[in-house]
């Protein structure tokens, strides 16, 4: 093992093809400064059953014909949030406190909870990195799926805990009976990212709501709900009814995903007063949003329009992606997300290098002794270069 110092590493590569692809897998938000821990094969290790491979990096910059490697909406933001975005962009000199308020009321309205159990952040990753500095500031252990988002988990072990990954069952849902087993008495939180990243797969919900209802009861739940709607029936898929019963849950929503806000940055967490009031004495949530953002954000949440044609295409361009799949041969998870898992018949870091070659920008990860590709849904003229590329490889 090696470690590199992150931000000169991005530095370094942020101009050439390697940089452009590996820069949203080595970025911790709060721990930017933390070096990067890299095997001896030039790769991320996260567990025993999960690293992430790292692409080659070229002398020259690359400019990519599809980046499918950042689950980034291909069409948005909105043009409702986008001219509201031009609209307020002068008044970008003011603080947005009051306004986030009348954001905060909106979303309320939507999730039908009451305005004091939700705070805001520059994104859901926000949130979860500023819960996990302020639950494991003491040590302590996490327990998660294994796979699944590394924010959270990343943050809590730079802070001092100790992670308890579980293994995903064979069809890729949690194993709660076993992630249940993993509780003790050091316990601080559970996580739960559904549908899960990187592999796009859900746990049942009836199964879920169960757990998280019970459990609750003995250790806080964080589930991360980010790409929740690409689901036709997201608001039943949802634990958020759990907060008007009283449970300690806490749920991360975001703006980036199904509304293309990534890059203005919006998001919150939906939980108890008592544990908002718990992360907000050390840390402001809604402070890192900029007043253009949060009218943005409340424009698109009006526009319903937008993110139904997003769901739309991104179910469209996944079931093509399928259907190649298919005809290559190739099993894939099923998934309920903007991006597929695959299997892929090559060294993972030698299938990025080629995919790059030919101006397509995919993650690679070795998943249980297996190497993967996991391919964001871009536009469909996007998803074509991507199979085009993706035959030409592994012929």
């Excluded at 293994?167 to 601080?188: G, N, R, V, Y």
């Amino acid at each position: 093992m090696k470690t590199l110092d992150r931000r000169a590493w991005l530095k370094r590569g942020a101009l050439t093809a390697a940089g452009a692809i590996a820069a949203p897998y080595l970025s911790y938000g709060a721990f930017g400064n933390e070096p990067v821990t890299i095997d001896a094969q030039g790769n991320l290790p996260y567990t025993p059953f999960f690293k992430e491979y790292l692409p080659y990096e070229v002398d020259k910059p690359v400019e990519l014909l599809a980046k499918l490697n950042a689950n980034e909406n291909p069409y948005g933001p909105s043009p409702m949030a986008v001219d509201a975005m031009q609209k307020y962009a002068p008044k970008g000199n003011r603080y947005a406190w009051k306004e986030l308020y009348t954001l905060i009321d909106k979303i309320a309205v939507l999730e039908g909870v009451e305005a004091e159990t939700i705070m805001m952040g520059p994104g859901s990753s926000d949130l979860l990195e500023k819960t996990a500095m302020v639950f494991f500031q003491n040590g302590g252990n996490i327990v998660s799926a294994d796979p699944s988002y590394m924010s959270l988990i990343k943050v809590a072990e730079a802070t001092g805990a100790t992670w308890k990954p579980i293994k995903l069952k064979d069809d890729w849902s949690h194993d709660l009976p076993a992630m249940e087993a993993a509780i003790d008495a050091d316990t601080k939180l559970v996580y739960i990212c559904n549908p899960n990243n990187p592999t796009g797969s859900m746990t049942d919900h009836e199964e879920l709501i169960d757990f998280c209802s019970r459990v609750s009861e003995k250790v806080p739940i964080f589930v991360d709900e980010a790409y929740l709607g690409f689901l036709d029936d997201a608001a039943k898929k949802s634990m958020v009814s759990l907060i008007n019963e009283g449970k300690n849950v806490m749920i991360a929503r975001t703006f980036s995903k199904i509304q293309g806000m990534a890059g203005l940055r919006v998001g919150y967490m939906v939980a108890q007063p008592e544990t908002l009031a718990i992360i907000q004495k050390i840390t402001r949530g809604g402070m890192g949003i900029s007043l253009p953002s949060v009218y943005a954000a409340m424009a698109s949440m009006d526009d319903i329009e937008f993110s139904n044609k997003t769901r739309k295409l991104n179910s469209e361009c996944r079931e093509y992606v399928y259907s190649v799949l298919d005809g290559m041969g190739y099993s894939y998870v099923p998934s309920s997300t903007s991006f597929i898992i695959f299997p892929i018949e090559m060294e993972g870091k030698a299938f990025l290098e080629k995919m790059t070659a030919e101006g397509v920008g995919v993650r690679a990860f070795s998943i249980m002794d297996k190497n993967w590709c996991r391919v964001s849904m871009g536009t469909m003229e996007e998803m074509k270069l991507f199979t085009t590329a993706l035959q030409k490889v592994l012929a």
